[in-house]
């Protein structure tokens, strides 16, 4: 799974790219510095996943939400923010984003990216016939994996949304 970070911190950059890639298949394919870096980079590359701070320069990560889900809709968009109130939460979502992350526990934010990688996974290709192959791709629609993967992230942080 492919990753995009954007964080303004360097050394909570650093550190989210050192966890994030020490899990098997995933990997940080972008880093951004700021909101509009976020954008343009999100668009270029379109990655999986983005991870973005809240409070960056030239853009914040509501504004960068909005921007990058009118145009890569299918695309979870996590926001990492110490502010974790109730109108962060009704702001993101209306703003395109999946699920908000506080950053005081980094281990929610890794909880969070796997509930999402577990829901983007593609099945095992074995000796399966190509027919049942798409039978079960067929049975776990992209937007009912994506709901699947939202609704577990948010519990997983307790989201007021």
Not at 86 to 92: F, G, M, R, S
Not at 120 to 132: D, H, W, Y
Request: glycine residues 4%; contains cysteine.
């Amino acid at each position: 799974m492919r990753i995009l970070i954007a964080e303004d911190s360097e050394p909570v950059r650093l550190a989210l790219r050192k966890r994030i890639e020490a899990h098997e298949g995933w990997t940080v394919c972008c880093e951004a510095t700021d909101g509009l870096q976020a954008v343009e980079r999100a668009l270029r590359l379109k990655p999986d996943l983005i991870i973005l701070d809240y409070a960056m320069p030239r853009a914040n990560g509501l504004q960068a939400a909005r921007r990058i889900s009118a145009r890569l809709p299918g695309v979870p968009i996590l926001l990492n923010t110490f502010y974790d109130r109730e109108i962060v939460h009704a702001e993101a979502n209306k703003h395109g984003v999946s699920c908000v992350i506080p950053k005081s526990d980094s281990s929610i934010l890794m909880a969070a990216i796997k509930s999402f990688a577990e829901s983007l996974s593609v099945p095992k290709i074995g000796p399966a016939s190509p027919s049942s192959l798409k039978s079960e791709l067929s049975s776990r629609p992209s937007d009912q994996a994506a709901a699947s993967a939202k609704s577990n992230a948010q519990s997983i942080v307790g989201d007021k949304s």
